[in-house]
């Protein structure tokens, strides 16, 4: 269950993704309805761009717990 500071951000996420997915959609049509296939460097972006996003979601879901409520002590 996210946290109460995290649960939007998730919410935010799930929304994103799914408009990714339509515009995917949106232009593997146009790749069909034009018979042109998607251009390899853009390929290639995007999937360097859809990587990040994985990197980043494993680095959240690998990280250790905190300890206590998370406060820093000083001193």
Not at 25 to 36: F, H, L, M, S
Not at 38 to 60: F, G, H, K
């Amino acid at each position: 269950m996210p946290s109460v500071k995290q649960a939007p951000v998730i919410e935010r996420l799930h929304h994103l993704i799914g408009e990714c997915r339509a515009v995917a959609a949106a232009v593997r049509d146009n790749a069909q309805d034009d018979g042109e296939p998607l251009d390899p460097a853009e390929l290639i972006d995007l999937i360097a761009d859809y990587q990040v996003v994985l990197d980043l979601l494993d680095e959240a879901f690998n990280m250790e717990p905190a300890q206590g409520n998370g406060a820093c002590s000083m001193g």
